[in-house]
Every structure is written in structure tokens, then in C-alpha cells.
């Protein structure tokens, strides 16, 4: 089920399936000690039930509450290779970003099962997931965790469908002013709760962009963490767009919205509550 | 002020086996003494192994390697141009090895050694256009020495203007990643690396120990250097080429170090030393011991979270740097 993110692979059984640095991916015994140095893939350990295993995280890793209890190992991009094997892992999960290419070589050097993936797409996750799954021998529960997340975005999605679709603005960064694109989940997040990214002409997963094209594009709503809004709400300059200025700046929880995982459907919802007060029920 | 004495070689060189061995046997992860000993021989438990044979002591060869080049660049330079303020990133090198990091990344380059080989010709060819320069500015054939360092300057400023417009636009990812290499770091230190920062230490390395004589006419001063018949334009020239080709080879290497290369050749001169032949080797020294020294203090200060390099080398030169100049005056 994996190879669907690879769009149709007619050889999917007979291909060793390879990570997103190109590396084949060994599925033998379960793992039983798991380094995880993404938030995303520590929610979703712990959510297919292999939280017990996990024997490091990154600094970010903080959901679920008992996701604090595992020892933190300091940065997931550019990690402390040393402290990651001191950690004596027998899987290396992390992001598939060039900064973390020499960590996931020093890995497989050592003799550790590593696994680079790319979280950038909700397909993402359900790949994620299910290769988890698999490596974990525990298939049936990983499907389950990706069925019900689908279940809900389908659920907003058919909510949302021949609504009028207000434009948002994703704020991300304050200076420089940084936003989201359409080559991030959040742009599909936005999508499925029943608007439109004004930056999707964006390709990538994210953009810097001049605050004056923002008042140029005249989103009905602003999309931000608490930290974002409040430096909307003090900034004077922000007051050249109208979304801005009458206050229509919705404030998400960024540990929730900003993260490929199992709370993907959560997130969904809670957007549409706010762009639609009232749809859902 | 007291004169150099022999046995400060020993108590330089003690100094930089003691730090050396400290930072083997530390860092993120405890390791027993004894254990560490089994793992350098390759016996025992294989993550102590891996820790410390192919992490922890390669990263403290580069480290020791990088700061024997900067040093010895910068005191090379300093002598060769009589300027105090010369230091191995001033002629463009830095700058030219960034463009070229940059170009590579730009061009799709994902391997480690096709990088390092574009930062390293990089900086060289920031040498050559900062020589080519100097001709131009000085309007003949002959590349002066003042006209030469401005123009290593002002290359090295281009350069500089270069990267940021780069980088203003690039993704957050790869931002990262070229700020933690112009900060300077010896985290990616592999046997590899290592081996080839030594092949060109011990070819440039030499051959400026070599013609370390010139440079002490060269320090003298041109028209000085000119009548004892030296060829100071060639002399120049060479000794400039030599420190460039050292001080490519160790940003290649790790990035850029700032400090070591301007503070420790002072350091040196501070010990008495005034011959450019023992003041290479002795800079060569202490640099290697203070670069090993702030690598230790950058992966254990704050563990598991590793600091910026060349921030540590700053941190710890000034305050020792303040101290000899106390000694002196």
C-alpha cells in the first residue's frame, strides 16, 4: 500500500522499496529500539502503539504528553550522531532534508537500520505510516490509524463542498515574512476546510513574500500561531491589509496544524470550524 | 622580553597530545576510560566502537589539522605582507570557497566530496581573481603588496554580496545548512576528509616551512627584500599562494574558522619567537591545540545540542589573546 504514494508501480512486490534518500528499506525482525527525530513520525509511533520503543526523540518531539518521558537528543535536522548512538538504536527514523544526509550515512556506517522520509504531503503520511506499520509487523493497526484520518478529511471535505471558499493567508514567519505553498499539507489542509491558499501559486512547500503582496491579494483571513498574531495585532504595517485590520486573524494551534500526522483530521476540523462557523456540528 | 627556549616545543606539543586525548575520551555520550581504549584498538561494544573511532578521534585529527593550517597560513601572511591584520579569509579565500560551496549546492551537487572539492576551487579561484586584480589596480605587470591586499578584500566583499543574494531566496533547509558551514564546524569529520586536509597541509605546509627564509626578507620590507636580492614579487607571490592554497584546503575542510588564523600567529611572536621558520610551526601548534580545545567545548558545553565553532575559537582566543598582550606591554 506504500507504493501508492509513488503514483501506480506495477512492479510494487518484486522492488525492494527504497527511502526517500534512495536507500532500500530492510523490513526484518520489529525493531525494538526506535530513535524518532521528527514530531511527526514520534506522534505516529506512539499512535500505532510502538511509543514503548521509542528510546530518543528530538527537542520538538512534545505530543503526546508521554512523548516527554523519552529522552530528548537535541536537533532531529543535523542531529548529534553521537548522542543518537549512545542511544543504541536499532531504527533511525528522521526527515528527509540534505542537512540530515551525513547523520543517515553515519547511521547505516554504524550498522543501524535507517529510514530518511520526506513529510510534506497528507500522501506523505499515509506512506509514513504504513511503512511504519509494516516494519513494526503491525500492519492492520497502522491502516486502522490512516482509515480514520481519512474518514475525517473526507468528512470535512464533503462539509465544505459548494460553500463559498474564502482565500486565507498562512502567516508562518514574521520577518522575513515567510508563508505557506502549495507543496505543504498546509496548503491542502486549508483546501479540504473549505478555502484557498492565496499564495498556492507557491510551488514549494514555502515562500518568502513582501507584506505589500499581501494587502495586494486581500485575503478574507489570516491563518496564524498565537506568537504570529500577536505580532500582527502590534505591528502598525500590518494594518495596509484589510484582513488584518478588521481583525480577522485566526489563531491555530501550531503544535496541531503544522505537523503531516495523526492529527491531521483534528486540525481539518478545527480549520473548518473557524473558516465556517457553524458547518460542522 | 624573554627569548624562545627549546623546551617550550615540548610543553606546545605535550599540550596539544593532553587536549587531544581529553576530547577523544569526552563528549555527548559517556564512555568508561577503559572502554575507550578497547574501542581505539577495536575490541568491545561496537557503539562505543563507532563512537569513538569513527566520530569522535577523525573529529579530532580534522580539528588539530585545521587549526596547524590556519595558524600557519596566518602567520605566513602576516610576515609576507607586514600587516598584523592579515589573516588567511582576508585575501577572498572564504568567500571564494562559499561561492563555490553555493554553486555546487545550486547545480544539484548532494555528495560530500563533490562540495568540498567546489569550496576548495572556489577559494582559489578567489586568489587568482584577487592577484589579476592587484595587476590591474597597480597598472602594470607586478602585483603590489598594499594593492594586493585591498584587492583580496574587495574580492572577498563580492563574494560575500554574492551569497547573501543567494540565500535570501533559498528554502529554510538549505539556509541552514550554509549558515552552520560559514559558522565553522568539524561535525562531518570523516577519516576521508582528514586524510586529504593532510595531504595539503603537508605539501603547502612544507613548502612554506621551506621558504620560510624569504619571508623573513619579505618582512623586512620590499625595497629592503629588493636590495638583499630577493625576487619579492615572486617571493610574495608564493608565500601568498601558498598560505591561499592552506587556508582553501581547511574551509573545504570545516567550514569557516574565523580568529585562529589573525590571534595565534601574535601568540607565537608573544613567545619570543621572531624567524618565520619556527614561527609557522609554533603558530601551527598552538592554533591545532585551540581549535581541538573549542571542538571539545562546542559538542560538550551545551550536549546534546552542538554550538557553533567558530564562535567557541573567538570565545577562548580573546581572553588568552588579552592575557599575552598583558605579558608584552
Redo the contacts between chains.
Keep these: 500500500m506504500s507504493a501508492a504514494a509513488c503514483g501506480g508501480d506495477s512492479h510494487r512486490q518484486t522492488d525492494t522499496q527504497r527511502d526517500d534518500f534512495g536507500d532500500p528499506i530492510h523490513f526484518g525482525t520489529p525493531p525494538q529500539r526506535i530513535v524518532s527525530l521528527s514530531p511527526a513520525t514520534t506522534e505516529i509511533l506512539f499512535t500505532i502503539g510502538a511509543g514503548s520503543r521509542l528510546v530518543g526523540r528530538s ?1 520538538y518531539d512534545l505530543w503526546p504528553d508521554s512523548a516527554r518521558l523519552v529522552p ?4 532531529g ?2 542531529p ?4 543518537v ?2 542511544a ?1 538504536p536499532d531504527l533511525v527514523v528522521l526527515y528527509a ?3 540530515n ?2 547523520a543517515a550515512d ?1 547511521f547505516r ?3 543501524i537500520n535507517t529510514l530518511a522520509l520526506k513529510m510534506d504531503h497528507i500522501a506523505h503520511f499515509r506512506r509514513v505510516t504504513a511503512l511504519l506499520g509494516a516494519m513494526l509487523h503491525d500492519s492492520a493497526r497502522a491502516q486502522t490509524v490512516i482509515d480514520s484520518v481519512e474518514r475525517t478529511l473526507d468528512s470535512v471535505r464533503r462539509a465544505t463542498t459548494g460553500v463559498p471558499r474564502p482565500t486565507v493567508f498562512w502567516h508562518i514567519w514574521d520577518s522575513p515574512l ?1 508563508t505557506i505553498g502549495s507543496g505543504s499539507f498546509m496548503s491542502e489542509l486549508v483546501e479540504i476546510a473549505g478555502a484557498r491558499n492565496v499564495y498556492a501559486d507557491i510551488n ?3 515562500g ?1 513574500i513582501a507584506l505589500e503582496d499581501v494587502a495586494r491579494r486581500d485575503p478574507d483571513f489570516i491563518l496564524a500561531g498565537p506568537e504570529g498574531a500577536r505580532q500582527i495585532n502590534a505591528d502598525p504595517r500590518w494594518r495596509i491589509v484589510r484582513a488584518a485590520r478588521n481583525g480577522r486573524i485566526i489563531v491555530v494551534d501550531t503544535g496541531m496544524v503544522a505537523r503531516p500526522s495523526v492529527r491531521l483530521g483534528e486540525a481539518a476540523v478545527s480549520l473548518a470550524k473557524a473558516l465556517h462557523p457553524g458547518l460542522l456540528q | 622580553m624573554k627569548g624562545f627556549r627549546d623546551w617550550y616545543w615540548l610543553v606546545l606539543a605535550a599540550l596539544l597530545v593532553a587536549i587531544s586525548l581529553v576530547a577523544v575520551a569526552t563528549g555527548a555520550v559517556a564512555v568508561p576510560l577503559g572502554n575507550i581504549l578497547d574501542a581505539l584498538r577495536g575490541r568491545g561494544d561496537p557503539t562505543a566502537i563507532a563512537i569513538v573511532r569513527d566520530l569522535r578521534f577523525p573529529r579530532v585529527v580534522l580539528g588539530a589539522l585545521v587549526g596547524a593550517g590556519l595558524g600557519a597560513s596566518g602567520a605566513a601572511l602576516q610576515g609576507a605582507l607586514r600587516n598584523p591584520l592579515a589573516e588567511p579569509y582576508l585575501l577572498g579565500v572564504s568567500g571564494g570557497a562559499a561561492v563555490g560551496a553555493v554553486i555546487a549546492f545550486a547545480l544539484g551537487a548532494t555528495s560530500d566530496a563533490v562540495i568540498t572539492l567546489a569550496s576548495f576551487v572556489g577559494g582559489i579561484a578567489a586568489v587568482f581573481v584577487a592577484l589579476a586584480v592587484a595587476r590591474v589596480g597597480g597598472r602594470s605587470t607586478r602585483a603590489d603588496m598594499r594593492t594586493l591586499l585591498i584587492a583580496g578584500v574587495i574580492v572577498g566583499a563580492f563574494a560575500n554580496a554574492a551569497i547573501m543574494v543567494a540565500l535570501a531566496n533559498a528554502s529554510p533547509n538549505n539556509i541552514r545548512g550554509a549558515l552552520w558551514w560559514m559558522m565553522g564546524s568539524a561535525v562531518d569529520a570523516t577519516w576521508t576528509r582528514a586524510g586529504w586536509l593532510a595531504l595539503s597541509l603537508l605539501l603547502a605546509g612544507g613548502a612554506l616551512v621551506y621558504f620560510a627564509r624569504e619571508i623573513d626578507v619579505l618582512s623586512l620590507g620590499e625595497d629592503a627584500a629588493a636590495s638583499l636580492g630577493v625576487d619579492v614579487e615572486r617571493a610574495g607571490r608564493r608565500a601568498f599562494l601558498l598560505s591561499a592554497l592552506i587556508a582553501a584546503a581547511t574551509v573545504a575542510a570545516a567550514g569557516l574558522i574565523g580568529f585562529v588564523g589573525l590571534v595565534v600567529p601574535h601568540i607565537a611572536r608573544a613567545m619570543g619567537l621572531r624567524a618565520h621558520r619556527p614561527l609557522i610551526l609554533a603558530s601551527a601548534l598552538v592554533a591545532a591545540t585551540l581549535v581541538v580545545a573549542a571542538d571539545l567545548a562546542a559538542r560538550t558545553v551545551d550536549a546534546p545540542t552542538e554550538l557553533p565553532l567558530g564562535a567557541i575559537t573567538a570565545l577562548l582566543g580573546v581572553p588568552f589573546f588579552l592575557i599575552q598582550l598583558r605579558r608584552i606591554t
Design positions: 527537542r530528548d537528543l537535541g536537533d535536522m543535523r548529534n550522531v553521537e548522542a548512538l549512545g543504541r532534508s540534505q542537512d544526509r551525513n553515519r556506517a554504524a550498522g515567510i514549494g512547500a514555502s518568502q
